[in-house]
């Protein structure tokens, strides 16, 4: 499509976050504090307004001042997390079901293996916290058993008694780990995030499909408005809603030509499109991709190990087009390595999870990427990215074993 060099004047954000139980609060906290600090190391302006809220609406206003254009941003916090917070809102005995549940699903579906092929780092974040809770009451077994053993050197220890004890101290092993270690290691939020994922075994989620027809009419009436761009950012499982967003107004009509763009950040798409109910979502990205009038972007970094990184969501599902008709997403990195600085990938602050955050976060050497000046700059994301190649190292092998456009 052709680029029009115009400067945008006025655009409308709607960002989507991942499977995270916080509200709109802590991501306008982020973007008031980082916005400005990217600001000044780039030599540009930013002001964030405070935020408007209300009980379905979380937004706030931006403006900005960049190579001499001055920008004026609306930035509407999809609001999911309620969904978030009940499907984290479960017992130790439900934690445990669901665990099993999932861990089943994944291993007979093959979800685990697709992930393996495509990054076999990901079996990391998506292991380790079934290992954690399928350890606990081996543990608390063993436990028990050498506690009835050391009494039964004094005295008999009957069966039933050696039972007790086994579930006393798994009980105790469980209850510990929960107390001092959980949170630390977010083991129950990551099993109860990837039991929502795979609830209906690749079906829409419990409430989410409903929550997206009422968040496609209020993206519908942004593209009806006069803003110059409407920019849809998706943040990890927030990448695959926002998808499918864009292919809900494609098929509603309600998307002029060069107006709305997708930025998919940290994406786990392919948690859900691997699965074999997910031909709906399969078949939004099939045609999210032959679609040449919007933009497309995924950024990733190899160094998030809780994402699919420099993965083509479309092409590893399985469900690309022919190339012919091919025409995002553009992928490439946000390359940590030489986006910031050695002392800060040193220090304590770059954990695990700031990793898969950090593209909401500011860089300290900025290059390529800068998620302020694409939410809040005068350059569409079209005219940003639409002539970039994706890196020449992203990831475009089939893993899926399920390739079918569901309805």
């Not at 861990?103 to 293996?113: A, P, R």
């Not at 039991?195 to 027809?213: D, K, M, T, V």
């Not at 709906?280 to 950024?299: F, G, M, P, S, Y």
């Not at 700031?354 to 000046?373: C, K, N, T």
Request: charged share 15%.
């Amino acid at each position: 499509m052709t680029l029009s060099p115009r400067p945008v004047r006025k655009r409308h954000v709607f960002f989507i976050p991942g499977h995270d139980p916080a509200s709109g609060r802590r991501y306008h906290r982020i973007y008031a504090e980082e916005g400005p600090k990217q600001a000044a190391i780039s030599d540009y302006q930013i002001t964030v307004h405070d935020p408007q809220a209300t009980d379905d609406r979380y937004c706030w206003q931006v403006t900005a001042a960049i190579d001499g254009a001055t920008t004026e941003t609306t930035i509407d916090f999809l609001l999911w997390n309620d969904l978030v917070k009940q499907s984290l809102s479960k017992s130790v005995a439900s934690a445990y079901w669901l665990m099993l549940r999932t861990l089943w699903i994944y291993v007979t579906t093959g979800v685990i293996f697709a992930a393996a092929r495509v990054r076999p780092v990901m079996l990391i974040p998506i292991l380790y916290p079934f290992g954690i809770y399928l350890a606990q009451p081996l543990i608390g077994i063993a436990i028990g058993l050498a506690i009835a053993w050391l009494i039964s050197l004094a005295v008999p220890v009957p069966w039933w008694a050696t039972l007790a004890l086994m579930a006393l101290a798994t009980a105790a092993v469980v209850a510990i780990f929960r107390r001092f270690y959980d949170r630390r290691l977010f083991t129950t939020y990551l099993i109860l995030a990837y039991a929502y994922i795979a609830s209906n075994r690749g079906g829409p989620p419990s409430g989410l499909f409903q929550r997206g027809e009422a968040f496609v009419d209020r993206i519908a009436a942004a593209l009806a408005s006069d803003v110059d761009e409407v920019l849809i950012v998706g943040h990890s499982a927030g990448a695959g809603i926002g998808a499918s967003l864009c292919a809900m107004l494609l098929r509603g009509g309600h998307v002029p030509p060069g107006k709305l763009a997708l930025l998919g950040i940290g994406s786990v798409t392919q948690m859900l499109s691997f699965l074999p109910r997910a031909g709906w979502i399969r078949a939004n990205l099939n045609q999210l991709a032959k679609t040449d009038h919007l933009a497309w972007v995924e950024v990733s970094a190899p160094s998030d190990g809780m994402c699919f990184a420099l993965a083509d969501p479309v092409a590893t599902s399985g469900v690309d087009p022919d190339p012919s008709e091919k025409h995002w997403p553009v992928v490439f990195s946000a390359t940590y390595h030489k986006t910031l600085s050695a002392e800060f990938r040193a220090s304590a602050d770059y954990t695990m999870f700031r990793r898969h955050y950090q593209y909401i976060y500011a860089f300290d050497q900025p290059a390529g990427y800068d998620y302020f000046q694409i939410t809040a700059g005068p350059k569409t994301l079209m005219e940003r990215y639409g002539t970039r190649r994706s890196t020449a190292s992203r990831i475009t092998r089939p893993a899926s074993r399920y390739r079918d456009l569901g309805a």
